[in-house]
């Protein structure tokens, strides 16, 4: 049996990749993964291919092992994974719950290491792997902080585990957007902290480009023009003058 498994794909991008990858690829089954199983079962109205909505909570370690028992107990053949669940906050970083961040860290890094490590043993040659990560993972960013560095953390790792894979024939692409219109930002937007946006990507436009950039064999993607000046800025400029910059655009800190 040939499966995809999708995180986070209850919204956003990885609802976006359950529907244009079950239009560009083959599967017998797709499951879906994230914890609101209502909104996973709705994708069945979106897509032709046979769906399995698993509900699970990626930050609890057991989740994790969970999933290892499925796949032990079926054996599949993945061709596709996505981690595509994550979340980050907007805020002072001594205002946030202490336990928020725990659990950013355990979402946006522990379960992308722990998925992949579960699904590797049944991909082989051909699988892709699509890490969703963020342009924030190319600096360092106030207010910011902690969700900057989960993604720095795993674009590191997928563009490393893309070079180490490479002789099996299995690909990993890290995908950095920019703003997205998705329900990223009801839970990220806290307060008025971060309000500047230059623009809102489309997740559609996005996924399409990651999509397209795996087949060019590339293990970052970066889509738009805003997004490509930030990512190739920050490789060139000193970090602290970028944080700088990032600061006054924000008009931060804010006076109360």
């Not at 698993?54 to 609890?60: E, R, V």
């Not at 902690?146 to 563009?159: E, G, I, M, P, Q």
């Amino acid at each position: 049996m040939k499966i995809a498994v999708i995180t986070g794909a209850s919204s956003g991008m990885g609802r976006e990749f359950v529907k244009q990858l079950t239009d560009k690829f083959a599967f017998d089954e797709v499951w879906v993964i994230a914890r609101r199983l209502d909104r996973l079962e709705a994708l069945r109205d979106d897509v032709s291919t046979k769906l399995r909505p698993i509900s699970l909570d990626l930050t609890k370690r057991e989740s994790i092992e969970a999933f290892g028992d499925m796949l032990e107990a079926e054996k599949p053949e993945i061709t596709v994974l996505v981690n595509a669940s994550g979340f980050g906050l907007f805020k002072e970083f001594d205002e946030a719950p202490l336990d928020s961040y725990y659990e950013m860290i355990a979402l946006n890094d522990s379960a992308v290491v722990g998925m992949t490590y579960k699904a590797l043993p049944y991909m082989s040659s051909g699988a892709r792997i699509w890490n969703i990560c963020s342009v924030a993972a190319f600096q360092p960013i106030p207010y910011i902080n902690v969700y900057a560095a989960t993604k720095a953390f795993a674009l590191s790792f997928t563009r490393a585990l893309n070079a180490e894979l490479k002789p099996r024939g299995i690909k990993a692409l890290a995908v950095c957007p920019y703003w997205t219109k998705t329900e990223f930002f009801d839970r990220a937007v806290t307060d008025n902290t971060i309000s500047y946006y230059e623009c809102m990507y489309d997740p559609k436009k996005v996924v399409e480009r990651a999509v397209a950039d795996m087949e060019k064999r590339k293990d970052v993607s970066v889509y738009g023009r805003e997004a490509r000046t930030n990512a190739f800025l920050t490789k060139l400029l000193p970090h602290r003058f970028v944080m700088k910059v990032f600061l006054k655009q924000q008009k931060l800190p804010k006076k109360n």
